[in-house]
């Protein structure tokens, strides 16, 4: 059976802009389409995302098309820049609409983000991209998402004003090693996964 994966980039930026954090996630997006994997790409900004903790706040509020995808997905990587040390406000807005819904479990009483792996990236040109993974995975974590282990893939330059990611050349050792890894880790466990669920005694929401 094929896999879903869905990318959710946070970027502060809108429509074609150039996205530091797309071209990153972009890479990994190679390597999850060379395993067979089913991948889309969602710029956030680009979707009228209200605030609240509603499932459809109304208004034309977009977030119920993009929790349907969350929820057909095997894998779902959020991508976020680094803004003052911290992921973006859009990226705390997306992770607040999905913990709205944590409750929302599937037919075996399971949280419908059980057996669903997740993934994050960041950029910046400062200090920041450990803080900002830890802070978007631990919080997936408590509410049912798998974390495979070494999914947070980063690049981050100099200290102060400096060259982005793709101003810098995209060729940093590490950054790649870290890519593969996320990449890798994220498409094996949500293949055991859909072998071999979660099983839902004694982990339930009912």
Same mark, same amino acid.
């Given at each position: *059976?094929?896999?879903?994966?869905?990318?959710?980039?946070?970027?502060?930026?809108?429509?074609?802009?150039?996205?530091?954090?797309?071209?990153?996630?972009?890479?990994? *997006?190679?390597?999850?389409?060379?395993?067979?994997?089913?991948?889309?790409?969602?710029?956030?900004?680009?979707?009228?995302?209200?605030?609240?903790?509603?499932?459809?706040?109304?208004?034309?509020?977009?977030?119920?098309?993009?929790?349907?995808?969350?929820?057909?997905?095997?894998?779902?990587?959020?991508?976020?820049?680094?803004?003052?040390?911290?992921?973006?406000?859009?990226?705390?807005?997306?992770?607040?609409?999905?913990?709205?819904?944590?409750?929302?479990?599937?037919?075996?009483?399971?949280?419908?983000?059980?057996?669903?792996?997740?993934?994050?990236?960041?950029?910046?040109?400062?200090?920041?991209?450990?803080?900002?993974?830890?802070?978007?995975?631990?919080? *997936?974590?408590?509410?049912?998402?798998?974390?495979?282990?070494?999914?947070?893939?980063?690049?981050?330059?100099?200290?102060?004003?400096?060259?982005?990611?793709?101003?810098?050349?995209?060729?940093?050792?590490?950054?790649?090693?870290?890519?593969?890894?996320?990449?890798?880790?994220?498409?094996?466990?949500?293949?055991?996964?859909?072998?071999?669920?979660?099983?839902?005694?004694?982990?339930?929401?009912?």
């Amino acid at each position: *059976m094929t896999l879903k994966a869905l990318y959710l980039n946070t970027s502060l930026k809108h429509g074609d802009e150039q996205s530091n954090t797309e071209a990153l996630m972009r890479k990994s *997006m190679e390597i999850l389409k060379n395993e067979g994997v089913e991948t889309e790409f969602l710029r956030v900004s680009d979707y009228n995302i209200k605030a609240g903790m509603s499932p459809d706040m109304g208004n034309r509020d977009q977030w119920p098309m993009i929790f349907d995808k969350i929820i057909g997905s095997d894998i779902i990587i959020m991508g976020t820049p680094v803004w003052n040390g911290q992921k973006s406000s859009i990226a705390s807005l997306v992770m607040e609409r999905i913990y709205a819904q944590s409750s929302e479990t599937a037919e075996n009483g399971q949280s419908k983000y059980y057996n669903k792996v997740f993934g994050a990236i960041a950029t910046g040109n400062e200090d920041g991209a450990k803080e900002a993974g830890a802070s978007i995975l631990s919080r *997936m974590a408590n509410i049912g998402f798998t974390i495979p282990p070494n999914t947070l893939a980063y690049w981050v330059g100099d200290a102060g004003p400096g060259p982005s990611y793709i101003e810098a050349g995209q060729d940093n050792e590490f950054t790649k090693k870290q890519t593969k890894m996320l990449s890798y880790n994220l498409v094996h466990m949500a293949r055991i996964l859909k072998n071999n669920p979660i099983p839902a005694v004694g982990n339930t929401l009912k």
